[in-house]
């Protein structure tokens, strides 16, 4: 009987009678800190403060910039300068706007710099693509000679390019400008492309080609879709890099229409080289704004991580 008793207890239900002891996860080791010491924290500190020198460095110019640009004539002659206008005005950016062809200028500087920039992903996105997943020799070489070519000095060659774009017909004409801005940000693409695409697995790739698809259409379907945040950061630096070029302008083209931005800054200068200061800096305000607008506006989509969870393991 009592072995029959303690066989239906046992067999019985869970119930009111018998507390249901709920299983705990086990915690992950935690790791300890590192206790504080004062070498640590003065290396810390140390750090902070190397960081914010760099950042006051780089923010100098700007704020000058900014502050300049809303001075009156009285203030900018002053002998004792001052971060914030006592009187700001606006009359720097309309004597800006009335010596000079800003909007025009502007104009010129955004079709350069958006084409420019469009046909140097489109010629660098395959050609990074070779590059990274044909490694030979002949690759090999093409990617030191693109890192050799951003070492050659603009005066090295400003000569050949001329001749060769007169002998084109291409001198003072947009089109041959924004061809030098193209041939000039391709090898700084291309090599940015390259570690973009060798980021990315190559088991996606194959499964494409068991798929069926071919070299171009996987480049298309599965690679590019991949390098969203690399082609976005390229075209950005490419953009910026053509809209705040100067000397390959100041030399290719002559008209006054065609000329971009930072050409015509330099007709704010007289004729004895004497800036005429608060026009000049209200215009080189408006031609800043432009790039830190666009950096602000797509500096997420650079940093990116698109490729978090494409591959199963």
């Known amino acids: 009987m009592e072995s029959t008793g303690g066989s239906k207890r046992r067999n019985a239900p869970r119930g009111a009678g018998s507390a249901h002891i709920p299983r705990r996860t086990p915690r ?91 046909l140097a992903i489109l010629l660098a996105t395959p050609m990074a693509y070779v590059l990274a997943r044909f490694r030979n020799r002949l690759s090999r070489a093409a990617t030191g000679w693109v890192v050799i070519s951003q070492a050659f000095p603009l005066v090295l060659v400003i000569i050949p390019l001329f001749l060769i774009l007169k002998g084109l017909h291409l001198v003072d004409s947009r089109i041959g400008l924004i061809m030098v801005y193209v041939v000039w940000s391709l090898p700084f693409a291309l090599w940015m492309l390259t570690g973009y695409v060798r980021a990315v697995p190559r088991e996606l790739e194959e499964a494409a080609a068991v798929d069926g698809a071919g070299r171009f259409r996987t480049l298309v379907s599965v690679t590019a879709p991949l390098l969203a945040p690399g082609i976005v950061a390229t075209a950005l630096f490419a953009f910026i890099t053509a809209w705040n070029e100067f000397f390959f302008a100041l030399v290719l083209l002559k008209s006054p229409e065609k000329q971009t931005l930072p050409v015509v800054l330099t007709h704010f200068l007289g004729a004895e080289g004497v800036a005429d200061l608060g026009p000049l800096a209200a215009a080189a305000l408006l031609a800043t704004l432009p790039s830190l607008v666009l950096f602000a506006a797509i500096q997420r989509r650079i940093t990116g991580g698109m490729l978090a969870g494409a591959v199963k393991n």
Do not use: D
């Open 28 to 118: 992950r080791p935690t790791t300890p800190r590192r206790p504080a010491t004062p070498r640590r924290t003065a290396a810390r500190a140390g750090q902070y403060a190397a960081l914010l020198g760099y950042l006051a460095f780089l923010a100098f110019p700007f704020l000058w910039l900014l502050s300049t640009a809303f001075k009156p004539p009285r203030e900018l002659g002053s002998m004792h300068p001052t971060w914030i206008p006592e009187a700001p005005t606006l009359e720097n950016f309309r004597q800006a706007f009335a010596q000079q062809p800003l909007l025009a200028a502007a104009g010129n500087s955004l079709l350069a710099a958006a084409v420019s920039a469009l």
